[in-house]
């Protein structure tokens, strides 16, 4: 008789993902605690993972455009501001 395959809910993979993510254990720990394969984790993280850095290389990108908006008005209004000599 085959054996049926389990499948996991959305609500378990989302917590092997968060947990995979926290590092405070390694990934044999997290297979044990969750009951699943460490080749699983692995697969779980890493769209995770590549969705995180795309986004917070978006944050950057923003914050550093407005850095820089910053400095250019904040140098004119500091040269205007100063008397010369």
């Not at 947990?19 to 044999?28: G, L, P, Q, W």
Request: glycine letters at 2%; aromatic letters at 8%.
């Amino acid at each position: 008789m085959p054996q049926t395959r389990k499948k996991h809910g959305a609500d378990l993979k989302a917590k092997v993902s968060l947990a995979a993510f926290r590092c405070n254990e390694t990934v044999i720990e997290l297979a044990s605690r969750f009951g699943v394969h460490p080749s699983q984790i692995h697969t779980r993280k890493r769209p995770y993972k590549t969705r995180l850095l795309q986004y917070l290389r978006a944050v950057r990108a923003d914050s550093y455009l407005h850095i820089e908006s910053l400095n250019y008005t904040s140098v004119s209004s500091l040269t205007e501001a100063t008397p010369t000599a």
